[in-house]
């Protein structure tokens, strides 16, 4: 059985002695560490809203990656000036870690976890817009332990990273710099559908905001509630998505009008599928 | 283009303000002022014909004319601005009915088989397409119906169209499918516009003044006159404007225009500047005008999206009129943006109707690039 003293001696080599850690030189690695993440947080935005649109989702998404990295970094060169790193010491100090760590925060070191993957994999980047749970918005910022996305109304949602492990991360646009927009019309059965269809066709094509690179594509359904019709196309910069929607839905109004449609309005049915 | 732009005054800035460097050019941009007025020809002329251009447009469509086995219909595809009457002097030397844009945008298109009706084979040559159409769902049929008829062989044709519209016609309409490839000229290099201001620049409305760079005080055009022609300076100069202007003659031609500087007699607080300036002054036997660098007209960033709109608008239709604009704008708004545009020199009105001007024409394509904007293809 071990002596009271060689418990101590033992546990005493795991640190270094307290005279020879250079708390100057710790204290510099952290504030240059918080100083390039916090300027990356501030300064790469800034940047990527006067930049070249082309280049705006890969300069936002620099921040996390510089982030994780200077992170990493600073772990690396702090733990050595702290600890004596030798196997034995490796095991105990990651042993004690991640017990203490699972007890005590074992969702918040989930969603940090979770924010590296997320950081590697990509489910959503800065600057993508995704719909998590019944939430949809752009993501404003990816944080080590959450992001917040903006909604359409205006509203900031943190969201913590470890909703990845359970629930599907949709992407409106998956890194790209446009998104498929949809607007849809309701009509009257009795129409001339080729004429209504070739009329919201041409409502895309001849709009300000369409993506010259992507297709135009008009969909139809019979439904109970009448002929549904999406029209579903690109625009050139998803900023312009909800412009994009008003402009196909008001010009298409008057294109169904021209064309001898008539449109209905739906009932909201509890329980009905809206999106079959 | 612009960032060059704003990076050049930034590394002036930091030269003057730091290290106390001052512009070392032979004539100060601050000893200079635009070339405009009575005495200054060459800055208030017309663009004056570029024979180069003509020539190889003669060649190309006299070419297709004599071979029968080519398709029914030659379409030629002019960037922005084109306000030489390429193809109209082509039709009227070539003796080809010639179809005149309407007074109405989208109200009719030419009617291939009811005018000239003597001779179905007669060629006929419809020179400005984009005068012609309007971005809205209701003349797109009309559009689609006329292209497929000249597609299916209704009558020859030689079809001029802007690169612009003719990019938003292959999207709409799929123009470039229905269509044979359309030909374009071969894009003005340095060597290439350094021949053609050679060549203007022996006419009598050159020869009335002496062209010098402000950079060295050498001269930019050779004369009879005066010989001390700095070759690899003016070389560089028409390599930067042939860059500035992306190729284009008449774009090019504006942008010298805007280059071109006279002295102020007011400004003499660089007495040994001054004196040198004035000594080649003195010494030449014309006035001279002194060539700055061409350098980018960036747009301002206070506008905001609703003015890159406008732009693009104006660049698909070349010329409309406040009316036409807003029927292809989304939102009404946009249009208080023309007043700015207009102010700022990017927009101009001729005869009530805006149109880019074609000087700014770089800045602009470049800024509705980087806004994510569809662009023509050059």
Redesign the interface.
């Known amino acids: 059985m071990a002596t009271t003293s060689e418990t101590v001696n033992k546990f005493g080599k795991l640190f270094t002695d307290f005279e020879q850690i250079s708390l100057v030189q710790i204290a510099l690695i952290l504030v240059a560490c918080w100083l390039t993440i916090y300027l990356s947080s501030r300064v790469l935005p800034w940047l990527a809203e006067r930049?070249?649109?082309?280049f705006r989702l890969l300069v936002l998404g620099a921040v996390p990656i510089i982030r994780l990295v200077m992170l990493v970094l600073a772990v690396l060169l702090i733990v050595p000036l702290v600890f004596n790193i030798n196997l034995q010491n490796f095991v105990l100090i990651t042993g004690t870690a991640g017990v203490a760590l699972g007890f005590a925060f074992k969702d918040y070191v989930s969603s940090l976890i979770a924010g590296v993957v997320a950081v590697l994999e990509r489910p959503y980047r800065q600057g993508d817009w995704v719909r998590i749970g019944g939430d949809y918005g752009e993501v404003v910022s990816v944080g080590m332990r959450a992001i917040t996305i903006l909604t359409p109304a205006d509203d900031a949602i943190t969201i913590p990273h470890e909703r990845i492990w359970k629930e599907n991360i949709s992407s409106s646009n998956d890194g790209e710099?446009t998104l498929m927009c949809v607007a849809q019309f309701y009509l009257m059965p009795e129409h001339d559908a080729e004429a209504v269809r070739?009329?919201l066709r041409?409502?895309a094509?001849?709009?300000?905001?369409?993506?010259?690179?992507r297709p135009v594509i008009v969909v139809l359904k019979q439904r109970p509630e009448g002929t549904r019709y999406e029209v579903k196309a690109y625009p050139?910069?998803m900023r312009?998505q909800f412009?994009f929607i008003s402009?196909l839905t008001v010009?298409g109004k008057?294109?169904i009008a021209?064309a001898g449609g008539v449109e209905v309005s739906v009932p909201v049915v509890a329980g009905a599928d809206q999106t079959a | 283009m612009p960032t060059l732009g704003v990076l050049a005054r930034f590394r002036q800035t930091v030269r003057e303000r730091v290290f106390h460097k001052t512009d070392t050019a032979f004539v100060g941009a601050d000893m200079l002022r635009l070339a405009q007025g009575a005495g200054q020809a060459t800055a208030l002329a017309e663009l004056l014909p570029c024979d180069l251009l003509k020539q190889e447009l003669k060649n190309t469509l006299d070419r297709w004319l004599s071979d029968e086995s080519q398709s029914a219909v030659k379409v030629v595809v002019f960037p922005p601005g084109e306000s030489s009457q390429h193809l109209e002097n082509w039709a009227e030397q070539a003796g080809l009915p010639l179809v005149t844009p309407p007074t109405v945008r989208a109200a009719a298109f030419p009617a291939l088989q009811a005018e000239h009706n003597d001779d179905p084979d007669q060629i006929v040559v419809v020179p400005h397409l984009e005068l012609w159409i309007l971005?809205?769902?209701?003349s797109?049929?009309e559009i689609r119906r006329w292209l497929v008829e000249l597609a299916l062989g209704a009558r020859p044709c030689v079809l001029g169209c802007s690169s612009w519209a003719w990019?938003?016609l292959s999207?709409?309409?799929g123009a470039d499918t229905l269509l044979p490839e359309p030909v374009m000229f071969r894009a003005f290099d340095g060597p290439r516009l350094q021949a053609w201001f050679g060549e203007l620049s022996a006419q009598a409305m050159f020869e009335r003044h002496a062209y010098r760079l402000a950079r060295n005080g050498k001269m930019l055009l050779p004369s009879e006159q005066e010989s001390d022609v700095d070759e690899g300076a003016a070389k560089d100069f028409f390599q930067k404007l042939a860059s500035r202007s992306l190729g284009i003659p008449w774009v090019a031609w504006q942008i010298w225009r805007r280059s071109l500087r006279v002295y102020r007699e007011d400004v003499s607080d660089q007495p040994d500047r001054l004196e040198a300036m004035q000594k080649v002054q003195a010494e030449s036997d014309r006035p001279v005008i002194w060539v700055v660098d061409p350098e980018p007209t960036p747009l301002p960033k206070r506008y905001e999206?609703s003015a890159l709109?406008v732009l693009?608008?104006l660049l698909i239709h070349e010329a409309m009129t406040g009316e036409e604009l807003a029927r292809?704008?989304?939102?009404a708004n946009d249009l208080l943006t023309l007043p700015a545009l207009l102010r700022d020199g990017f927009i101009e009105a001729i005869d009530g109707r805006y149109r880019c001007h074609v000087a700014t024409y770089p800045s602009v394509r470049t800024e509705l690039?980087?806004?994510?904007?569809?662009v023509d293809r050059l």
């Open positions: 930049m070249p649109s082309r710099h070739e009329a041409d409502v094509l001849t709009s300000a905001y369409l993506n010259w690179a050139f910069d312009d412009e402009d010009r008057l294109a021209r | 971005r809205e769902q209701s797109l049929p990019a938003w999207k709409a309409v999206r709109r693009h608008a292809v704008l989304p939102i690039f980087d806004a994510g904007f569809r």
